[in-house]
């Protein structure tokens, strides 16, 4: 290998390293998340948590659109609209934002109570709202980047699964299918997305660009959280 390739390829290593190292600040280590899997949650605060989460799921499709319509690259487009696909299905009762409602009647929320978003936050809103703005006005790297929190998920759902499945048997185990259909989804997807990061964030700038896009995601799940947990502290 010639010198100039190997410390590029250093670099490109190290740039991995540092995205990856920002799973310290994934919102798996947030205390209700924590409660959560310790089975510690009550049914309100499970349902407050599935109802807030409703409106991330369905933001979703709208964020990965962004993305699609900033980038120039077919290549990218082509593999980035399975997301939306994945999200939205192809007919009724398909799809990711249908699973999210299943869990919701598995949880005992009606199918009107999620859509209508009576039980979201202000928190919650404003951060997902956030991260729609942050996909359709940064550049369209830095919104690929955001994404990469999904490095983080798939243990943390194989956790969620599990825990579900030992302290809150009143859940119907069929409301868990969307946590199921992620544990392969999300792998395939962020492999995309690293790939995709790495090679059109190439100058320093771009590549603190698309580390600050990554941390500013995880401070959107977070604050999350925060608002959930204050919000249904005593339920
Ligand atoms: O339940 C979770 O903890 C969790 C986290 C994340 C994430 O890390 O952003 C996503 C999901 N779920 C998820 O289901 C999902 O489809 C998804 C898409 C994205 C994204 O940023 O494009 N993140 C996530």
């Not at 989460?53 to 900033?70: C, S």
Request: proline content about 3%; overall charge neutral.
């Amino acid at each position: 290998m010639e010198a100039a390739t190997q410390i590029q390829s250093t670099a490109a290593d190290g740039f991995e390293a540092a995205l990856r190292a920002q799973g310290r600040r994934y919102h798996d280590r947030h205390p209700f998340h924590q409660r959560m899997n310790a089975g510690a949650l009550s049914r309100e605060q499970l349902r407050g948590w599935t109802a807030n989460r409703f409106y991330y799921q369905q933001n979703l499709p709208r964020k990965d659109a962004a993305v699609l319509a900033n980038c120039h690259h077919r290549e990218v487009r082509r593999r980035w609209v399975q997301r939306i696909v994945d999200q939205d299905g192809t007919a009724d009762g398909d799809g990711g934002i249908e699973a999210w409602l299943s869990l919701g009647k598995a949880v005992g929320l009606t199918r009107r109570e999620m859509e209508d978003e009576r039980h979201v936050l202000p928190g919650v809103r404003f951060a997902v709202d956030a991260y729609d703005t942050f996909a359709r006005t940064r550049p369209w790297t830095e919104a690929v980047a955001s994404s990469l929190t999904e490095l983080f998920a798939p243990e943390l759902m194989a956790e969620r699964i599990a825990a579900f499945e030992r302290h809150y048997p009143w859940i119907d185990r069929q409301g868990l299918a969307y946590f199921r259909t992620r544990l392969t989804q999300a792998p395939r997807d962020c492999e995309h997305a690293l790939r995709v990061v790495k090679e059109y964030c190439r100058s320093p700038q771009e590549r603190e660009g698309a580390l600050a896009a990554l941390s500013f995601k995880c401070d959107v799940l977070w604050s999350m959280l925060d608002a959930i947990e204050w919000a249904y502290a005593d339920r």
